[in-house]
């Protein structure tokens, strides 16, 4: 009997963009054209040395993620969309989805060339829908060109567009935002992305934060509330805190990182989980090409992933989507009891955070607000109760259940 091949997902980090955004901590390069070439190759070169790893693997997903990965070009992108044609098994109903910013899409002969290559889904950097915020965060783009790459999208031939959306910008009011998402919606894509705005370290936004009127946090989560509820009402089912889909438009891709299947990330900054080694790459662009030219290391991190960290990722992750967690799932994966953790979902239900759905536990989109505390008490339960059973064995107590 033929063996089914397993799914795999895989991610390529394109690290180009024309500016950087001034919240951006990601991997890329600003201004960085004759890198292209040299990288494409680098690209290519990896993804062929990697495909015998994936002999047993049907890819159903490809991510063209960044950076700006339109920005690099169809030319490029078909080279390395036929490498993966060529050197892996790609399923036919394979997702396969570009990133890509409105100023980079205004030419819907582009996107037919892209579509005829093989790409099915297009993410587009839209951020906001009022021209002076995208200033202020440094976005090159314009409103009217996000209804200019919108058309181009359609006339392309492409029936699965995602927007990004962020909100708790600078000086941004519930009015702004409000009008922000009924505006991202009136373009009919069939998902949408909403992110709150992180001031991370490191970043021009981390140095600027002190000049700048940012929302806070409680008007950040009447944002976000607003969000789900307005979304709902537009037909659009959440399914992960920040992600919104039409019905049979949830991204594939992005599922795979929130229920624990595999994936193999290829460039600098990516990371991966294929098969059971959790392993990221140099944050480098000419020492990751170089690596990859002469046969170097060019692992920034590696790590096989233990029983006991799938267990805490299946909880971590599983109550970050929609569909949360189950008692049989979590039992048949982690081979120890769910009690601990029930206990603490069961107080949670009555203020209005956890809601139990046959045998499935989701939180609600009050309890994603504060999803890290859950998450923290739900870990800390589990661990309790190992700890209180380590303790009987060594008593020779095995009457402990």
Known sequence: MKQEKKPLGLYLHIPFCKSKCIYCDFYSLPS????????????????????????????DTVYFGGGTPSYLGEKRLKKLLKTIEKQY?????AEVTI????????????????????????SLGVQSTDDDELKAIGRIHTFAQVKDAVASVRKGGIQNLSLDLIYGLPGQTMEKWQTTLE????????????????????????RMQESLILPDDDLQADMYLWAVDFLECRGYEQYEISNFAKSGFASRHNLKYWTLQEYAGFGPGAHSDFGGVRYAF??????YCAG?????????ESERISDRERHREYLMLGLRTAAGISRREFEARCRTSF?????????????????????????????????????????????????RRAEAAARGDYRIR
């Open 89 to 93: 098994t790609l399923s036919r109903e």
């Open 282 to 287: 140099v944050r480098d662009l000419a020492a």
């Open 32 to 59: 960085a054209e004759e890198q292209m070439d040299r990288y494409v190759s680098a690209l290519s070169c990896h993804l062929i040395e990697t495909a015998p790893r994936a002999a047993g693997y049907t890819v």
């Open 292 to 300: 990859v030219e002469s046969g170097g290391n060019i692992l920034s």
């Open 99 to 122: 990133e890509a910013n409105p100023d980079s899409l205004q030419d819907f002969r582009m996107v037919r060339a892209l579509r005829r290559c093989g790409v099915n889904r297009i």
């Open 339 to 387: 009690d601990p953790i029930e206990g603490v979902l069961e107080k949670l239900v009555s203020p209005g955070y956890v809601k139990k759905e046959e045998d499935r536990w989701h939180l609600t989109p009050e309890g994603f607000l504060v999803s890290n505390q859950i998450i923290g008490q739900a870990l800390e339960a589990l661990e309790t109760e190992k700890r």
């Open 183 to 206: 505006q991202a919606a009136d373009l009919e894509p069939e998902h949408l992305s909403c992110y709150g705005l992180k001031v991370e370290e490191g970043t021009p936004l981390w």
